[in-house]
């Protein structure tokens, strides 16, 4: 008789987003006619850039004749990548994170989901609440977590409210955590957080033995100077905490999946003998044995975003998403809607209007206004009466959407 992993029964019926689908398909096979846009699940909309896809036919080119043909690559990532990564993203802002400690993947949901192969289950663990719905979904499936509450809430994990009556701002833990998961620019809701914000969890780190998990998948849409793009520009981070970075959103990879991982030679953990255990050597460990790398054409294609035409050409895709960004934002305050984030990030986090809850709002958009957000209880608790929407699609569908949301809450 086989036997399953049981922690995959404790998961929540439905993933916030097949139930967005299936109540978007109910309406559309009831209105065949209507023109739906979605600004829902933040996917990119707009080609690759020409630079990288230049890049890719010559990689494809390369791949085609026998003395420049590549096979197995290395795990880490070619070096190619990862030394522009190292210069670029890092050393050229003055961090210190060597080319060495960066391992290129298909994807940071992955990579978010797949470290805690060596992460102990008797971790405690910190979540934002409302929170990227991977993180708590991964751990679960990795038996980390008890069950699941009436309202949906997992034992085993710390719940840290962000809202406005907090600035979006979480609170320290009022207990010893282990394991502590930051998204900044947050997703969802789009807020981001300052130096002195980050030192104090960096400190709390430091001074709890935690691990920092920091997902900065949408650092590229950062502006603001004074923000950090990095958890490793904070003092004694690089001995606390994990960077998780994507090319899925500032060079619209996600059809083409790549990302890479930061995990810095500094940072040990414990083992149950109390011995420091080196996570870097861990993870190599890991990904050496369950992962053959990324496509070397994909690796191409990455590593274009750091030369000069490439350099430019993304700026150019993240001006248009962010001009997209804050066209819904204005529009949105146009008819005194409370709205959060459009500014360093993609996302728009608004307050629903006339206290109607995030799926009764996301009812009245759909049927109304044949418009589809994300309602924010799906990303927890604290999001109830919340609702984001991405700036990721494009200039007629953001304009067009705009009017439409004013003639639906009228």
């Given at each position: 008789m086989v036997h399953i992993n049981e922690n995959y029964l404790k998961l929540k019926a439905g993933y916030l987003f097949p139930e967005i689908a299936r109540r978007v398909t109910a309406f559309t096979e009831t209105n065949?006619?209507?023109?739906?846009?979605?600004?829902?699940?933040?996917?990119?909309?707009?080609?690759?850039?020409?630079?990288?896809?230049?890049?890719?036919?010559?990689?494809?080119?390369?791949?085609?004749?026998?003395?420049?043909?590549?096979?197995?690559?290395?795990?880490?990532?070619?070096?190619?990548?990862?030394?522009?990564?190292?210069?670029?993203?890092?050393?050229?802002?003055?961090?210190?994170?060597?080319?060495?400690?960066?391992?290129?993947?298909?994807?940071?949901?992955?990579?978010?989901?797949n470290i805690l192969d060596i992460l102990g289950t008797d971790n405690r663990i910190a979540i934002t609440d409302p929170v990227y719905p991977v993180y708590v979904d991964t751990n679960v499936m990795a038996g980390h977590t008890g069950d699941a509450d009436e309202n949906g809430r997992y034992a085993g994990l710390v719940y840290l409210p962000v809202t406005e009556e907090n600035g979006f701002v979480p609170e320290l833990p009022d207990e010893p955590v282990d394991i502590i998961y930051l998204c900044y620019p947050n997703n969802p809701t789009g807020t981001v957080a300052t130096k002195e914000t980050l030192q104090k969890w960096v400190d709390y780190a430091r001074a709890n033995g935690s691990l920092i998990m920091f997902d900065a998948a949408y650092e590229a849409f950062i502006s603001d100077?004074?923000?950090?793009?990095?958890?490793?520009?904070?003092?004694?981070?690089?001995?606390?905490?994990?960077?998780?970075?994507?090319?899925?959103?500032?060079?619209?990879?996600?059809?083409?999946?790549?990302?890479?991982?930061?995990?810095?030679?500094?940072?040990?953990?414990?083992?149950?003998?109390?011995?420091?255990?080196?996570?870097?050597?861990l993870w190599n460990r890991r990904q050496s044995t369950k992962f053959n790398g990324a496509s070397f054409i994909v690796q191409k294609g990455a590593a274009a975003a750091y030369s000069p035409d490439g350099q430019q050409q993304k700026k150019q895709l993240i001006d248009f998403y962010m001009t997209n960004a804050r066209l819904l934002k204005e529009g949105l305050e146009a008819v005194g809607i409370t709205v959060y984030g459009g500014e360093n990030a993609p996302y728009v986090w608004l307050r629903t209007p006339n206290n109607l809850s995030s799926w009764d709002f996301f009812d009245l958009l759909l049927n109304k206004g044949h418009l589809v957000g994300t309602p924010g209880s799906g990303f927890g608790g604290a999001g109830e009466g919340y609702f984001r929407l991405s700036a990721f699609n494009s200039r007629e569908n953001v304009e067009a959407a705009i009017e439409r949301f004013k003639a639906a809450i009228d």
């Amino acid at each position: 008789m086989v036997h399953i992993n049981e922690n995959y029964l404790k998961l929540k019926a439905g993933y916030l987003f097949p139930e967005i689908a299936r109540r978007v398909t109910a309406f559309t096979e009831t209105n065949p006619t209507a023109q739906v846009i979605k600004l829902g699940i933040g996917d990119v909309t707009e080609p690759l850039p020409p630079a990288i896809v230049a890049a890719m036919h010559e990689a494809v080119d390369e791949m085609a004749n026998a003395p420049t043909f590549h096979g197995y690559g290395p795990e880490q990532g070619y070096a190619f990548l990862r030394n522009p990564i190292a210069e670029h993203d890092y050393q050229n802002r003055g961090v210190n994170v060597s080319a060495d400690e960066i391992f290129v993947s298909d994807g940071s949901k992955c990579d978010t989901g797949n470290i805690l192969d060596i992460l102990g289950t008797d971790n405690r663990i910190a979540i934002t609440d409302p929170v990227y719905p991977v993180y708590v979904d991964t751990n679960v499936m990795a038996g980390h977590t008890g069950d699941a509450d009436e309202n949906g809430r997992y034992a085993g994990l710390v719940y840290l409210p962000v809202t406005e009556e907090n600035g979006f701002v979480p609170e320290l833990p009022d207990e010893p955590v282990d394991i502590i998961y930051l998204c900044y620019p947050n997703n969802p809701t789009g807020t981001v957080a300052t130096k002195e914000t980050l030192q104090k969890w960096v400190d709390y780190a430091r001074a709890n033995g935690s691990l920092i998990m920091f997902d900065a998948a949408y650092e590229a849409f950062i502006s603001d100077d004074s923000i950090p793009r990095s958890i490793y520009e904070i003092e004694g981070a690089r001995e606390v905490a994990i960077e998780f970075r994507s090319f899925s959103k500032n060079v619209g990879f996600t059809g083409v999946r790549c990302a890479f991982t930061v995990v810095p030679k500094d940072l040990k953990v414990k083992a149950s003998c109390e011995t420091d255990v080196s996570l870097h050597q861990l993870w190599n460990r890991r990904q050496s044995t369950k992962f053959n790398g990324a496509s070397f054409i994909v690796q191409k294609g990455a590593a274009a975003a750091y030369s000069p035409d490439g350099q430019q050409q993304k700026k150019q895709l993240i001006d248009f998403y962010m001009t997209n960004a804050r066209l819904l934002k204005e529009g949105l305050e146009a008819v005194g809607i409370t709205v959060y984030g459009g500014e360093n990030a993609p996302y728009v986090w608004l307050r629903t209007p006339n206290n109607l809850s995030s799926w009764d709002f996301f009812d009245l958009l759909l049927n109304k206004g044949h418009l589809v957000g994300t309602p924010g209880s799906g990303f927890g608790g604290a999001g109830e009466g919340y609702f984001r929407l991405s700036a990721f699609n494009s200039r007629e569908n953001v304009e067009a959407a705009i009017e439409r949301f004013k003639a639906a809450i009228d």
